[in-house]
């Protein structure tokens, strides 16, 4: 099956829980935590399945993540002049 018609069944399916959660609601009221829970999962679901149907629709490229080169030169150390060696505590410092 292609992706258009995998979507179409997914979206038939969730139109069908939609239909069998109002017959729910009907019986059981639309107040209770549980049925609000459900309702709200199943409109998530709904918003998730319209992205991945739009972007479906527009495949774009996969983006690469931009690379950063990192020199090998040594740090210069006064950078860590005022930091403590982590875990050991200060350097003019003695443990307790």
Same mark, same amino acid.
């Given at each position: 099956m292609s992706v258009h018609d995998e979507l179409t069944s997914v979206q038939r399916s969730l139109d069908e829980v939609f239909r069998s959660l109002g017959r729910l609601e009907k019986q059981l009221g639309t107040g209770g935590l549980?049925?609000?829970?459900?309702? /709200?999962d199943a409109n998530h679901l709904r918003e998730s399945v319209a992205?991945?149907? !739009?972007? /479906?629709? %527009?495949? /774009?490229?996969p983006k690469r993540p931009e690379l950063v080169t990192i %020199?090998?030169?040594?740090? !210069?150390? /006064?950078?860590? %002049?005022d930091s403590d060696d982590e875990g050991l505590g200060a350097r003019d410092r003695h443990a307790p």
């Amino acid at each position: 099956m292609s992706v258009h018609d995998e979507l179409t069944s997914v979206q038939r399916s969730l139109d069908e829980v939609f239909r069998s959660l109002g017959r729910l609601e009907k019986q059981l009221g639309t107040g209770g935590l549980e049925m609000r829970r459900v309702r /709200a999962d199943a409109n998530h679901l709904r918003e998730s399945v319209a992205l991945l149907r !739009d972007a /479906a629709a %527009s495949p /774009a490229a996969p983006k690469r993540p931009e690379l950063v080169t990192i %020199s090998d030169t040594p740090y !210069d150390s /006064a950078l860590w %002049s005022d930091s403590d060696d982590e875990g050991l505590g200060a350097r003019d410092r003695h443990a307790p």
